[in-house]
């Protein structure tokens, strides 16, 4: 079981939103530190989506972002598009272990 | 722009050794600012860590892999490795090295395609 929660799946259409949390299955999240997220079409290479909860590495498109509130971390697809359909990791460390979600994919109506 | 390539065995038996090689082309093993990692994906499953290694030689690892996991860097070569002993089935996944940028990101920058592993008698 990992350490950090995602939901399975989300799906919405073309040009709507979607969200995608990721939540410590147990204890305080500030014991992990800096949150990344992922996007991986399957049969190619993961590409970083977002570093340190918000930020973005140049080239990723701005409709990508990341947020966090409480004992969640988040992305949020803003103006969904027909690409944006694979699965999205998130990530984080405590002390020298790292730590990945599950998983969600994403599905575009 | 920085590249990496997994290459080893597809097909290894139950018992045996996975031995695995990521070549680095476009920028070097050897600076400060980075950690080399291996992360898999089995079947239907999510990601998972297995560890990192800096260029000097200083390793962490996954706590549930620790006892059947080596992972080795050769500056001469550009190159780090992982080996994981006595595989079973449960080992059977893509297998990717990734790039963990530790300066200011500190998240996986570049990743390698994976290759695939399968364990099977």
């Known amino acids: 079981q990992s350490a950090l929660t995602q939901p399975r799946s989300v799906s919405g259409s073309p040009g709507q939103s979607v969200t995608i949390s990721c939540t410590r299955s147990s204890g305080d999240v500030a014991d992990y530190h800096f949150v990344s997220w992922y996007q991986h079409h399957p049969g190619k290479a993961p590409k970083l989506l977002i570093f340190?909860?918000?930020e973005r590495p140049s080239g990723v498109p701005h409709r990508f972002s990341g947020s966090m509130s409480g004992n969640a971390a988040s992305l949020t697809i803003s103006g969904l598009q027909a690409e944006d359909e694979a699965d999205y990791y998130c990530s984080s460390y405590a002390g020298t272990i790292v730590f990945f979600g599950g998983g969600t994919k994403v599905t575009v109506l | 722009q920085l590249l990496l390539q997994e290459s080893g065995p597809g097909l290894l038996k139950p018992s045996e050794t996975l031995s695995l090689t990521c070549s680095v082309s476009?920028?070097?093993?050897?600076?400060?600012?980075?950690?080399w990692a291996w992360i898999r994906q089995s079947p239907g499953e999510g990601l998972e860590w297995i560890g990192n290694i800096y260029y000097s030689g200083i390793t962490y690892y996954n706590p549930s892999l620790k006892s059947r996991v080596t992972i080795s860097v050769d500056t001469s070569k550009n190159q780090f490795s992982l080996k994981l002993s006595s595989v079973t089935a449960g080992d059977t996944a893509i297998y990717f090295c990734?790039?963990?940028?530790?300066?200011?990101?500190?998240?996986?920058?570049?990743w390698g395609q994976g290759t695939l592993v399968t364990v099977s008698a």
């Open positions: 990734a790039r963990r940028e530790m300066a200011a990101m500190v998240a996986f920058d570049y």
């Open positions: 340190d909860v918000r």
């Open positions: 476009g920028g070097s093993i050897s600076s400060s600012s980075y950690y």
